[in-house]
């Protein structure tokens, strides 16, 4: 059965503190990894990796692959109170998506 | 970027009643469209696979004859739920592949709140 660990579960930071997010995932016939944002709607794409060792970067977020040691992170740097929320790492498959729990992260002003 | 939006995004129902939930790829074509639902802290339980032109693949222990799926074009899907019961109040959440762009990424819809009384 597919499998996907993120933890922390959840984390309360300041804003301006760096957060770092995990993600290890089992899943059969894995094609790519995908990171997602949920706030109170539906979630919101944030990244997709396919390759292993490659830095993604979008603003003050960040993430990267290992493909080998089947793990992924995902990094905010500086951050602000709109980055309070779910964040989903979402292995896929050829033709499903698998989620985990999440990592609920909380900033405080 | 693609967009995904669906309708209505908020219902209120009487126990009994049908209703219709759309999906629209509004920038980009989907062969693919894929039907959720979330409970409250938990995370997104994939319904059913939606394909243009076929018929819908639904996962185990999901009743088709309830949740009923039509994906008549190549940018609408449509779930309706058939003679609702309290016990289906959820959010609905779909999603759609951009087949053309790549294989893999699905982009959300905002949801659908349904509540049924």
């Known amino acids: 059965e597919d499998k996907v660990v993120q933890s922390p579960l959840s984390l309360v930071v300041h804003e301006g503190d760096t957060v770092t997010l995990n993600c290890s995932y089992e899943v059969t016939n894995f094609r790519s990894l995908l990171w997602y944002k949920q706030e109170k709607k539906a979630p919101t ?62 900033v405080r002003a | 970027g693609a967009v995904v939006s669906q309708h209505p995004s908020r219902v209120i129902c009487k126990s009994g009643t049908s209703v219709k939930i759309e999906c629209r790829s509004l920038d980009f074509q989907a062969t693919t469209m894929f039907w959720y639902r979330q409970f409250p802290k938990k995370s997104l339980m994939l319904m059913a696979t939606s394909n243009e032109g076929s018929k819908a693949t639904y996962e185990q222990g999901v009743e088709k004859d309830k949740f009923l799926i039509n994906h008549a074009s190549l940018t609408l899907s449509t779930l309706t739920v058939t003679s609702a019961h309290p016990e289906d109040s959820s959010f609905y959440i779909c999603s759609a592949r951009d087949h053309l762009a790549d294989m893999y990424t699905q982009y959300f819809g905002p949801g659908t709140r349904l509540t049924v009384l």
Not at chain 1, 68 to 80: D, H, P, R, V, Y
């Open chain 1, 45 to 106: 794409f944030l990244f997709m990796l396919t390759s292993s060792g490659i830095e993604k970067k979008s603003g003050r977020l960040s993430s990267i692959l290992d493909k080998k040691e089947l793990f992924s992170i995902l990094n905010i740097t500086a951050t602000q109170t709109g980055d309070s929320a779910i964040y989903l790492c979402v292995p896929s498959n050829d033709y499903k998506l698998s989620f985990g729990a999440g990592t609920t992260v909380t």
